[in-house]
């Protein structure tokens, strides 16, 4: 399929657009208390504004709404709404984590009901047929939406990082929705990427921004969790642009990763998986002296990199299932690795990622 001029147009306006609504929002920042202070395991020097969900939101939600009308819907807007809400009196009032969860169960629960968004098969883990979870599949979609929410929100604790990785997945499901001729998604992946790209130039450090000037803050990660479980779903769920479930899992794999292990670490040791605490990826790296530039760099390439490897290993047959039980190895890895502190940082000592 080739590039319509909304296509090309959209995602820049776009990221202008989420760059106005920022520098419009930093003021207010203040006034409605809609800062992260420094404090406990926070590494940040100074009180920084967490408006980047909601620019991200009104950025991508002026353009789509003038250029691309046809692709909002109700049950999304709803959705988005209801996390973005949610998640900006997170961060003004520090919420329950239930509170949190809760919204994301609502949200997810609109999208599958009033949305049709729902993951009814697994692709051809068995046999030569998908894989189909018949009454199971309101409460997995549930359960799959409410993961990588958390695990987008989990992963934003250095600067960049998780804008980085967002934008890393919505690009690479473009590119697998262009391949399957599904031209509605790429126009929704991309518009999105375009957005996040605009808060990225206020939230990852570069030569000229020696730190974030804006956060992302709750309501940015629960939304733009949102929009990768809406677009993954939608792509992979499409029997007329098939797409294999299993690459969802590939395309954002180090937010998922890290969060399915700190779950099953936290839970084996009686720990809220929602309690803070310094034993995330990021964590691990920065404590192993690489900067968090760094960090940033190395899992956002390592982010791609599997992407990519999975999206021609399908485009060259290898089954479902192997690729699925290639993601478990990694979890597996992972947990071993992290399962003792000095064994991961000397992992990620030796191999030499130390920038200053």
Avoid at 42 to 51: A, G, I, R, S
Avoid at 97 to 123: D, F, P, T
Avoid at 197 to 225: D, E, I, Q, T
Avoid at 284 to 312: E, H, N, Q, R, Y
Wanted: overall charge neutral; proline content about 5%.
């Amino acid at each position: 399929m080739g590039f319509s001029t909304s296509t090309l147009i959209a995602p820049a306006l776009a990221g202008l657009a989420t760059v106005a609504a920022l520098w419009a929002l930093t003021p207010l920042a203040s006034r409605l208390n809609l800062l992260d202070h420094p404090r406990g395991r926070k590494d940040h020097e100074f009180p920084t504004p967490v408006t980047g969900g909601l620019a991200m939101a009104l950025g991508a939600l002026v353009v789509v709404a003038a250029l691309q009308p046809a692709l909002l819907t109700v049950p999304f807007l709803l959705a988005g709404a209801i996390l973005v809400v949610v998640g900006l009196l997170d961060d003004i009032y520090d919420l329950r984590w239930w509170w949190r969860i809760a919204a994301q169960i609502c949200a997810a629960l609109l999208m599958v009901e009033s949305g049709g968004m729902r993951i009814e098969q697994l692709g051809q883990l068995v046999g030569v047929s998908g894989t189909g979870l018949g009454v199971l599949a309101v409460p997995f979609t549930v359960f799959a939406t409410v993961g990588i929410i958390n695990a987008v929100n989990m992963i934003d604790g250095v600067d960049g990082l998780a804008g980085s990785l967002v934008l890393a997945a919505l690009v690479m499901l473009a590119a697998a929705a262009m391949y399957s001729g599904n031209g509605v998604l790429v126009d929704r992946a991309l518009v999105m990427a375009g957005a996040v790209a605009g808060f990225l130039l206020w939230n990852l450090r570069h030569p000229w921004l020696k730190r974030a000037k804006v956060f992302m803050g709750n309501a940015g990660s629960a939304f733009l969790g949102l929009v990768i479980a809406s677009i993954s779903f939608q792509l992979t769920q499409n029997p007329g642009h098939p797409v294999s479930p299993v690459l969802a899992l590939w395309l954002l794999p180090i937010p998922i990763m890290d969060c399915l292990v700190l779950i099953a670490r936290r839970t084996k040791e009686g720990r809220s998986p929602f309690d803070a605490g310094r034993d995330h990826i990021h964590h691990f790296m920065l404590d192993a002296g690489i900067s968090p530039g760094w960090v940033t760099f190395w899992l956002t390439v390592s982010s791609l990199a599997c992407g990519v490897m999975v999206g021609k290993a399908m485009q060259a047959d290898v089954p479902d299932l192997l690729l699925l039980i290639a993601f478990l190895a990694l979890c597996g890895g992972w947990y071993w690795i992290t399962s003792r502190r000095e064994r991961v940082i000397a992992f990620f000592g030796n191999l030499n990622w130390r920038h200053g």
